[in-house]
């Protein structure tokens, strides 16, 4: 039986009552909290950063799950983890030196997540699997919310579930593997029997009227899988 994860990504909460928000979310049942990091640069969009992480830190006992959309990454890597972060992700084309940035998240104190585009090859894995924490398996192109679920995602999501349970084999470590965009109420059981077991969802909570019911069906519906 696996553990799931739910994180509500506060991007599409409302901003201007942002810890009212994430409070809410906390309240509603949110297994962890996810923070999408943009720069403009890497992806073409802005968003938030380490203050607002640091602000937000203590109106909740969940991780933050920092996604970081940014190039370079090394940098802000350690304003995160002062900030609050629990687990740090980051896209492979983002770091000069994936096994640097890797060891430094984990420097720091934090868990590590490597995030994969939806046409970033699985090669990415080889040679650093043994070191991270959560593979983020992206089902949308990064940088907005409310984007259509890319289907053949759902390949790669059991294809990346393969190599992670062949890496715990024996182990006693925990391997997450997320997925993040467009993951709904309606897909969300389809997602976790590819194998997913932590579940990004920005615009199916906040989108929706009541975020505890929201979440609560999410559950409901992965208790079937
Ligand atoms: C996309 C972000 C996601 C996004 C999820 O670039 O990384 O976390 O906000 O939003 P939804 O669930 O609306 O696709
Ligand atoms: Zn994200």
Same mark, same amino acid.
Do not use: W
């Given at each position: ?66 996604? /970081?959309? !940014?190039?370079?990454?090394?940098? *802000?890597?350690?304003?995160? =983890?002062? &900030?609050? $972060? %629990?687990?740090?992700? +980051? ?85 997450? /593997?997320? !997925?993040?965009?467009?993951?709904? *109420?309606?897909?969300?059981? =389809?997602? &976790?029997? $590819? %194998?997913?077991?932590? +579940? ?26």
């Amino acid at each position: 039986m696996r553990t799931y994860r739910i994180a509500p990504s506060i991007l599409s909460a409302d901003f201007a009552r942002l810890g009212e928000e994430v409070g809410a979310v906390a309240a509603a049942g949110a297994d962890m909290i996810h923070f999408d990091v943009m720069d403009n640069h890497y992806v073409p969009n802005l968003t938030i950063g380490p203050l607002v992480c640091a602000a937000i830190r203590p109106l909740t006992q969940a991780p933050i799950d920092v996604h /970081l959309m !940014v190039k370079p990454v090394d940098r *802000i890597i350690p304003e995160f =983890a002062k &900030a609050g $972060a %629990g687990i740090i992700s +980051f896209h492979p084309e983002a770091s000069e030196h994936v096994d640097r940035t890797i060891g430094l998240i984990h420097e720091a104190g934090c868990k590590a997540g490597l995030a994969l585009n939806p046409a970033t090859p699985l090669s990415c894995l080889d040679h650093v699997l043994h070191r991270l924490d959560l593979v983020l398996v992206m089902s949308v192109n990064p940088g907005f919310p409310g984007q259509q679920f890319i289907a053949h995602a759902l390949d790669k999501v059991r294809l990346v579930r393969r190599r992670t349970d062949e890496e715990m084999r024996g182990q006693g470590r925990e391997l997450m /593997l997320e !997925v993040d965009g467009g993951v709904k *109420i309606e897909n969300i059981a =389809a997602i &976790a029997s $590819a %194998g997913a077991d932590t +579940f990004v969802a920005g615009s199916a909570i906040f989108g929706s009227g009541d975020y505890a019911a929201s979440i609560a069906a999410m559950r409901r519906a992965l208790a079937s899988v």
